[in-house]
């Protein structure tokens, strides 16, 4: 099998794990041995069409952050910011290195998540990536661990890394909007609060500086309010299918997995959300899809 033939087959293996597909492809398509596809079936692969370089418009710059302007548009806090004029902490953390960063997250305090977490995850993968994917914060494995995204919702989110051609680690970076984990009453995992992220968004913003990502995906609205700012009660739905922007760097929004992993019907809409970053992707001239 060519390397191109098994490319397809390997992305069909992906795109079926995420419930979609499959649509009529041309038979010569896909040629295996190895693989028992159907005859004249192939999985869907939705076509990513070649996309002029993303232009935000005067216009566009004028739109408030979640109007229903087209496209690419540039929402009024996408610009690195620092927490607050007078945060110190946040002006220092803007000229860590990674190994200063690492530390500093691990041993920080500038939320109350320190106190349960076992130890906080700054996230992991190629430190100069072409894709960054931001989730909302470590789960309890992901805390026991200290890796992002770990467990099924992980697994759900390895399946979509590799409908992209992306395996974990290359050529993509996973991290959180906070780094420690949020532990309700309960004793479960919740969402971060907004005060949680806004601390945490320092070391955030520093590793998008280190990381320079051609693409950005928020996963879920806590990584998307992180980024982008807005309004919090605005739903994932909303922000979905549009080219947001975090300075020059564009950014889709889409479900996070463990969200999908509740609602599986959704996976198609975030399969879409995906090939709407690889769009975006191959117009910064570094196709990866
Ligand atoms: S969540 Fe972020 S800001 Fe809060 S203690 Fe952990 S590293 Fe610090």
Not at 14 to 43: C, H, K, N, Y
Not at 260 to 287: M, V
Request: hydrophobic share 45%; net charge positive; with cysteine.
């Amino acid at each position: 099998m060519t390397p191109a033939a098994t490319g397809v087959v390997r992305r069909a293996r992906f795109l079926q794990a995420l419930g979609i597909g499959p649509v009529w492809v041309p038979r010569q398509s896909v040629v295996s041995d190895e693989v028992p596809l159907p005859a004249t079936v192939a999985i869907a692969v939705p076509a990513v069409p070649p996309v002029a370089a993303p232009v935000v418009s005067k216009q566009d710059k004028a739109a408030s952050a979640w109007d229903d302007a087209p496209a690419v548009r540039a929402p009024a806090a996408a610009a690195p910011v620092l927490a607050s004029p007078v945060d110190e902490g946040a002006a220092a953390i803007a000229r860590m290195s990674w190994q200063e960063l690492e530390l500093a997250v691990a041993s920080c305090t500038r939320c109350a998540l320190c106190k349960n977490r076992k130890q906080a995850v700054l996230g992991a993968g190629d430190q100069k990536p072409g894709w960054l994917f931001v989730g909302e914060g470590p789960g309890h494995v992901e805390d026991q661990q200290g890796e992002p995204f770990v467990g099924p919702a992980g697994k759900l989110l390895d399946n979509m890394l590799l409908a992209l051609d992306l395996p974990r680690g290359e050529n993509n970076y996973l991290a959180n909007a906070v780094k420690c984990r949020p532990v309700g009453a309960d004793g479960k995992d919740r969402p971060p609060s907004a005060d949680e992220s806004a601390a945490c968004r320092p070391y955030l913003e520093r590793q998008i500086a280190l990381l320079q990502p051609a693409v950005i995906v928020a996963l879920g609205k806590v990584a998307a309010l992180s980024l982008l700012g807005g309004d919090p009660k605005i739903a994932v739905a909303a922000l979905r299918e549009h080219t947001h922007r975090y300075g020059s760097i564009p950014v889709v929004v889409t479900y996070h997995p463990a969200y999908l992993l509740r609602k599986p019907l959704d996976k198609a809409k975030s399969w879409r959300d995906l090939c709407l970053a690889a769009q975006a992707y191959a117009s910064d001239g570094t196709l990866a899809v």
